[in-house]
């Protein structure tokens, strides 16, 4: 039998009477907040730096010293390690993703201490951005890897982005399974088309037109795929969070168009999610090297106007261009990773992550600055020896709280919770009331609250 209890009657008296204040005792509160940073030091050769300790660190946020707390060194070898098959790290990850509520994160089965010394990587294919032929550039560059380079030590997990999140494999050590996933992909799935071509117009007039036309027809879906894209990239590193090591996303995508503040917030949370995590992303331009022709490509006709010869048209392209890989460097920037665009070797990639993920340090500090405010904090780590160069992620933004939350960020929980088919809540409320008059201008409003006993946590007391 389930047992309620009931948690007040509250009385509001419709008059204007005048109410004691009552003294209360002030109630102070102190917390620290833990953060952890992966730190990668090198000598002036490149060479990794292994025998540094707490004392060789010096660590400030937003200017201020902080004290190193712990500083651990991860290493990977490629051959002490046993292949590791099986795991069920990302189960349930397309469910949570669609889940906008942020649910919190299921424990897995698997723990840091179980994958330590190996490799955590993820193959996100956007295929929603890429056109067939990037697509297959991209698994062609994955299958190259998977057979010539991918060691026991490497955990591969394949994972599609379109309208929704889809892993293929999850994490394993089994270059076959590798392999099967990304024979599901190729050609068959990409689903972009090309970008108008705007210095092909038949006029300067004509040029604008059709650049504002397509950017209002295409603003509205891009900021839908967009807010999918960089969902699914914080549920994936939220759900890698609990693992205490240096991961990496391999992002393939073919750019990722925003104007101005649009999904602003999401890309905010992203980033967040991925620096508190430790997962490093490493967005890949399928496009590669992309040649910018004044009279337009074979794709359309040659156009007219002085812009074909005034230089504006091939200003539009590059602007174009480079406006879709400007979020692109944004993730690697801010997460510690590294933006491969203009390129058609993706090799490149692969090597700096298995690089940059074989030895690093794991510091941790506590804040002084214990204000939930959601700002960014800039982290500097230095190490006090001459000749060492150090690669860290810049900062992170702290957690907020009800008091520093303003007017958009709350009608941006509100709206999320209006389109979350499952509502959060920490714990399941019933409220009930009406009302009673007791004079012309005088109302009696009891409200029952009333709160499952299960709910509340008990503690038996001798």
């Known amino acids: 039998m389930k047992r309620y209890i009931a948690i007040v009657v509250i009385t509001v008296l419709a008059a204007t009477t005048a109410a004691t204040q009552e003294q209360r005792r002030p109630t102070f509160r102190s917390s620290r907040e833990l953060v952890s940073v992966d730190v990668v030091v090198r000598d ?34 490629d051959t002490a390690v046993q292949p590791l098959t099986t795991t069920e790290l990302l189960a349930g990850v397309g469910e949570r993703m669609a889940d906008t509520s942020s649910a919190p994160v299921e424990s897995k089965p698997l723990t840091a201490a179980d994958v330590a010394g190996r490799r955590l990587i993820v193959l996100l294919f956007d295929v929603s951005s890429m056109q067939p032929e990037d697509v297959q550039r991209a698994v062609d560059s994955a299958n190259k890897y998977v057979s010539e ?47 108008p071509d705007a210095s092909t117009a038949a006029s300067d007039e004509a040029a604008a037109a059709a650049t504002d036309a ?6 509205e879906m891009d900021m839908f795929n967009n807010d999918v894209r960089l969902r699914a990239l914080r549920t994936l590193a939220e759900t ?13 995508s073919a750019g990722v168009e925003r104007s101005g503040q649009d999904n602003q917030g999401e ?10 995590a430790h997962v490093s992303i490493y967005p890949v331009d399928t496009r590669g090297l992309q040649a910018v022709v004044p009279g337009g490509d074979a794709r359309q006709a040659s156009g007219r106007g002085q812009a074909l010869f005034s230089g504006r048209g091939v200003s539009r392209q590059f602007a174009q261009l480079a406006a879709s890989q400007d979020t692109l460097t944004s993730l690697a920037a801010d997460t510690g990773g590294r933006a491969f665009t203009d390129t058609n070797d993706f090799d490149e990639a692969f090597t700096r992550v298995v690089r940059d993920m074989s030895a690093y340090y794991l510091l941790g500090y506590s804040s002084t600055n214990n204000v939930k405010d959601g700002r960014f904090r800039r982290i500097q780590v230095r190490v006090k020896r001459d000749g060492h160069r150090v690669e860290a992620r810049a900062g992170y933004f702290a957690a907020r709280d009800f008091a520093h939350t303003n007017r958009g960020d709350r009608e941006t929980q509100l709206q999320e919770q209006l389109f979350s088919p499952v509502s959060a809540t920490d714990l399941p409320v019933m ?4 009302y009673f008059r007791l004079a012309a201008d005088r109302y009696y409003v009891p409200i029952a609250v009333a709160v499952p006993g299960y709910a509340v946590p008990m503690s038996e007391k001798e």
Do not use: C, H
Not at 165 to 187: E, H, I, M, N, P
Not at 214 to 219: N, R, V, W
Not at 431 to 434: A, D, F, L, V
């Open 267 to 276: 890309l905010r949370t992203a980033i967040n999610a991925a620096v508190l």
């Open 240 to 252: 890698l969070a609990p693992i205490e090591q240096k991961k990496a996303i391999l992002y393939f």
């Open 214 to 219: 397509a950017a209002a027809e295409a603003s």
């Open 149 to 195: 380079q991918m060691s026991p030590a490497d955990m591969i997990a394949v994972a599609t982005v379109s309208t929704t999140l889809d892993v293929l494999t999850d994490f394993t050590s089994d270059r076959t399974k590798v392999a099967a996933s990304l024979a599901q992909l190729g050609y068959t799935e990409g689903t972009a088309t090309p970008p």
């Open 431 to 434: 409220m009930n009331g009406g």
């Open 44 to 77: 002036r050769a490149g060479n990794i730096v292994r025998d540094l300790t707490t004392a060789d660190f010096e660590v400030r946020e937003d200017g201020k010293p902080q004290e190193v707390l712990g500083l651990t060194f991860q290493e990977v070898s």
